[in-house]
Structures are given as C-alpha cells and as structure tokens.
C-alpha cells in the first residue's frame, strides 16, 4: 500500500501530536493487507484511533463510514479536518460537515493545515 512514506506528513503528525491533537486514520484498505502493517510502519501507531474499511467492511465515499468516525471517535464534523488524496472522498466529507483538505501535494500539507488550525512548523 505504501510505495513511499513520506516523511514530511510523518513530520507533520509528530508535531501535531506534540501539540495535543487527535489524530486518526480512515483508510480504504484491506484488512489482509493490513495486518502487521504497525510493525512494518511505526509511525501508524501514533494514530489516536484506526479506522481500516477492510476490518469494517464499508469503504469511502460511503457515507456510513464517516458516520462511524464521527461516533466512533466522537468527531464534531464542522471541527474536524478531513485530509484525503481522492476528491471524491473529499466530496463526501463535505456534506457531512468535515472541514476538508484535497492533498495533492504532501509538501504543502502544513500550508493546508494553517487554513484550520493555529500550526507553526519549526
């Protein structure tokens, strides 16, 4: 699944957990696949909470499984920033009321970001 970590959005993670936010994962990916993935890439335990569609069995765009992120993780949509690389994905947030971030480019996420939050990237 992963081709490259990009460390800059592992940066960025680290950082935004040093400054207290929650941080979670809801990814279209098999739960084969999956599996031993946080041995492999340390970084996803950093997460406050994974969401893996293969181990929920419903994928994005669905609308059920923003719902269950919300209740799940107690997720206030209309404060909370949605960051995905499919528009489509981005689009159903939307309606939902996330806050949204379309990353075509992982080098500007924290440019990105600043648009929501209070961020400082030293």
């Avoid at 209309?78 to 996330?98: M, R, S, Y």
């Avoid at 080098?107 to 990237?121: A, C, D, M, T, W």
């Amino acid at each position: 699944m992963f081709r490259k970590i990009f460390q800059y959005s592992v940066d960025v993670l680290d950082h935004l957990k040093n400054k207290k936010y929650e941080c979670y994962v809801l990814s279209n990916w098999s739960w084969e696949t999956f599996k031993g993935m946080d041995l492999k890439y340390p970084f996803l335990n950093k997460f406050d909470g994974l969401i893996i569609s293969g181990k929920e069995k419903l994928v994005k765009p669905n609308a059920e499984i923003y719902k269950l992120a919300t209740s799940r993780f107690n997720l206030i949509p209309e404060e909370t920033v949605f960051i995905d690389d499919k528009k489509e994905n981005i689009e159903a947030a939307k309606k939902l009321g996330f806050l949204t971030i379309h990353l075509t480019d992982p080098e500007i996420i924290i440019h990105e970001i600043n648009r929501f939050i209070k961020f400082k990237h030293e």
